[in-house]
C-alpha cells in the first residue's frame, strides 16, 4: 500500500465519518421523535357509574382502535393511592370520600400525537356518555410537534450542507492525487492507449479507496453508537439496528460513488488537457 493510497484512505475517511455522523442525527432524530410522540398521552376520565367489568371492556376496545399504542386502567383506589404518595397527605381523611376518578391512560401512535387528531378522538370516545371528560397538555403536544418540525429541518438542511462540503474536500483530495499523474496520463496517449483503458486502473484505484475510508468510518460509527447504548440503554429505542444498517450502506455508498465521480472529472480534465497546458497547472 503505498503512501498516497494511505493518506487519501485517511482524508476521506475523515469526511465520510462526518457525513456519516449527520445522517446518523438525522434517522434518530426521526426516531427520537416518534419516541416522544409516542410517550404522550392523554387521560380518560370515567364516571362513579360505571362498573369496573364495563371499564375493562372499554379499554379493550381502545386497545384495538389505530390510534391506540398502549392503554393503562387507573382505578380510583390506586389514584388515591398515588396521589397520596405524591402530596404525603390523603385526602379522604378530611373530605370523607375519595375525590379521584378512575381513568384509562391512552398512549397514541406517532401518527396521532397531534391536536387535530386528539379533537377527533376526543369527540369518538365521548360518544361513551360514562366518560367524563378526556384530559391531554394542547400547548404541550403542540411544542413538541413545533420543536420537531424546526429540529428536522435544520438537520436536513446541516445535511444538503455537509453532503456539498464532503463532495469538496473529497474531489480535492483525489485531484491532486491525479494531478501528480498527470504527466504519465499524457505519456499514455501519446503511447495509443484509449482513454478508457487510461481510465481503468485510477478508476479501480479509487473505488478501493472509497471502500476502505467507508468501512473505516462505519467502524468508527459503530463503535460510537455501540458506546452510546452502553452508556444510555435507553437510546436502544432510537439508536436501532434498523438506522445502523442504514448508516452503514449511506456511508459505504456515498464514498464509493464519490471517489469514483471526482476522479472520472479529474481524469477527463487531464485527457482533454495539451501537453503544453500541463505545465501552467
Not at 446518523?24 to 426516531?31: E, G, I, K, P
Not at 479509487?206 to 463503535?223: D, E, P, Q, R, Y
Not at 436502544?236 to 459505504?252: C, G, N, Y
Amino acid at each position: 500500500m503505498d503512501i498516497q493510497f494511505l493518506t487519501a484512505c485517511i482524508s476521506t475517511t475523515m469526511v465520510l465519518l462526518l457525513l456519516g455522523m449527520v445522517v446518523f442525527f438525522v434517522l434518530t432524530a426521526h426516531n427520537l421523535s416518534v419516541y416522544v410522540k409516542e410517550n404522550i398521552n392523554f387521560s380518560v376520565l370515567i364516571s362513579d357509574d360505571m362498573r369496573e367489568s364495563d371499564i375493562l371492556k372499554l379499554q379493550k376496545r381502545l386497545d384495538k382502535e389505530p390510534f391506540v399504542k398502549a392503554t393503562t386502567y387507573i382505578s380510583k383506589k390506586q389514584a388515591l393511592k398515588e396521589q397520596t404518595e405524591a402530596m404525603g397527605t390523603d385526602p379522604q381523611e378530611f373530605l370523607g370520600y375519595n375525590p379521584f376518578k378512575a381513568s384509562i391512560e391512552v398512549k397514541l401512535n406517532s401518527e396521532y400525537a397531534n391536536t387535530d387528531s386528539i379533537a377527533k378522538i376526543e369527540k369518538q370516545i365521548k360518544r361513551n356518555t360514562n366518560i367524563q371528560e378526556v384530559l391531554y397538555q394542547k400547548e404541550l403536544i403542540d411544542a413538541v410537534n413545533d420543536n420537531i418540525r424546526n429540529i428536522s429541518l435544520m438537520l436536513l438542511g446541516l445535511a444538503v450542507i455537509l453532503a456539498l462540503i464532503s463532495f469538496a474536500l473529497i474531489n480535492n483530495t483525489i485531484r491532486l492525487t491525479i494531478y501528480s499523474k498527470r504527466f504519465l496520463i499524457h505519456t499514455m496517449k501519446l503511447v495509443g492507449a484509449s482513454w478508457s483503458f487510461i481510465r481503468r486502473p485510477f478508476l479501480r484505484r479509487n473505488f478501493w479507496i472509497g471502500v476502505c475510508s467507508g468501512c473505516a468510518a462505519n467502524m468508527l460509527l459503530w463503535a460510537g453508537a455501540s458506546w452510546l447504548v452502553a452508556r444510555e440503554p435507553e437510546l436502544v429505542a432510537v439508536v436501532t439496528t434498523r438506522v445502523m444498517v442504514m448508516v452503514t450502506l449511506s456511508v459505504l455508498l456515498f464514498g464509493v460513488l464519490i471517489t469514483c465521480l471526482c476522479a472520472l472529472l479529474s481524469i477527463n480534465k487531464y485527457l482533454k488537457m495539451r501537453a503544453s497546458a500541463l505545465y501552467y497547472i
